[in-house]
Structures are given as C-alpha cells and as structure tokens.
C-alpha cells in the first residue's frame, strides 16, 4: 500500500514566481554587453527551465557559443541586483502555501542557482521549509539528485511525496525521481504540451493544489 502524501516539493520560476521578465532583462543585459542582438520574452520563454548557464548559451546566436563562460558571469551579476524588478508570486500563491505548508512538508527545487533561490525563498517563500537550488556535487533537474536531496533534508520518504511544476523539465524530473506530477498550466509552457507528457494532474489555479493531492491520495 503506498504511503499517504505528506511531503509536496515546488519548482520555482514558472510555479511560484513569474520570474520571466527579471530573466530576459538580465539575458538582454548580458547580450547587449557583448554586441548580441536581445532575444524576445517568447524565445527567453523557450529557453529557460535547466539552469542560466543552457538559458545563456541557448540565447547566443550560432557561432558564439563558446562565449557562454563570459556572458554567464555578466548576466549573474546584473540578475543578482535585479532578480526581484519585475518578479512576484503568481495570483493565488501566498494563499495556496498557507493552506499546505502547515499540513505538508514542503520545499523549493529549482535549477536557479543556490543563492537567488535562497534569497528568493527567504524573502517571499519563508514558510517554505527547505530549498535547493544548482549547486555542486547534485545534477540539476531533470536528474532526481536535487530531488532526492531535498527529500534527505525534510526527512521525507519519496513514497509519500508529489512533485509541483510547470515545464517538460518538471515532469521529467518527477518520473527520474519515482514522484507524482501536479503540473501547472500558468507557468512557462501551455497546458497542451503538459497533457501531451502525460502528467498525473493538471491545475489551472493555485487554489486547486490541495484538492489534486487529495484525489492523487485516493
């Protein structure tokens, strides 16, 4: 018999925060920095999802990809003082985080670097126990390491958890980590790819978490 769900871990951009126009100011910075043409908010849209490092090098043109180590550090540094501009919660977030963070274990994996989704968690996520971001020694998603490390830190047992995301990436991730699936349809990637990758549940609204842990709960 599998264990009732009391764990829930939570992407970030793109579940949580809209975070896309603070990551395409920060793409066009970097781009502009070096002669690169900027890239729309639908192509950055495109891109993100695996950590900065793929957002940048998909975001050179061809031929200057191996540029992607300098651009890198001048979009770090401009996305370190800019990364809360434009970026907030989803509508419906802060409610929905007070209905489940006192019933479930809860916890934040993100491809974002360590310390913005530190920062980010501490400032508008804080009842959030634990979060994970790209950091050395654990694989970014869609490999289970960051997963099965936040699992460690809330001591919680994979078999009683269910993963909370918005892209292919996300629904990826929870298959490589053995984890159900709620995906999102407000975030980075449209409701039609999301049913296409098979996930266990869809929400349209933040409100509608809970109940969709409860019927994954049977």
């Not at 829930?8 to 793409?27: A, M, Q, R, W, Y």
């Not at 994979?158 to 990826?172: E, I, N």
């Not at 699936?181 to 049913?195: K, N, P, Q, T, Y």
Request: aromatic share 6%; net charge negative; proline share 4%.
């Amino acid at each position: 018999m599998e264990s009732m769900i009391d764990t829930i871990l939570f992407d970030l951009d793109g579940t949580l925060l809209n975070t896309l126009d603070d990551l395409c100011d920060s793409t066009n910075f970097a781009l502009s920095h070096f002669g690169y043409p900027a890239r729309t908010l639908e192509e950055v849209r495109g891109f993100v999802g695996e950590g900065v490092r793929l957002l940048i090098e998909r975001a050179l043109p061809d031929g200057a990809k191996d540029r992607t180590d300098e651009v890198l550090k001048v979009f770090s540094a401009h996305y370190d003082v800019n990364k809360e501009n434009k970026t907030k919660p989803y509508d419906g977030i802060a409610e929905m985080l007070k209905e489940v963070c006192p019933r479930y274990r809860t916890a934040i994996v993100s491809n974002k670097y360590d310390k913005a989704v530190a920062d980010l968690r501490n400032k508008l996520f804080a009842d959030v126990t634990v979060a994970v971001g790209e950091r050395a020694g654990l694989r970014k998603k869609p490999a289970p390491d960051m997963v099965e490390y936040a699992l460690q830190q809330l001591h919680a047992d994979k078999r009683s958890a269910v993963y909370v995301g918005d892209s292919d990436v996300d629904v990826q991730t929870a298959r490589n980590a053995g984890l159900p699936i709620v995906a999102v349809s407000w975030g980075f990637r449209d409701r039609a790819l999301l049913e296409r990758l098979g996930a266990d549940a869809i929400i349209d609204r933040p409100q509608q978490l809970a109940a969709a842990v409860q019927k994954l709960n049977g």
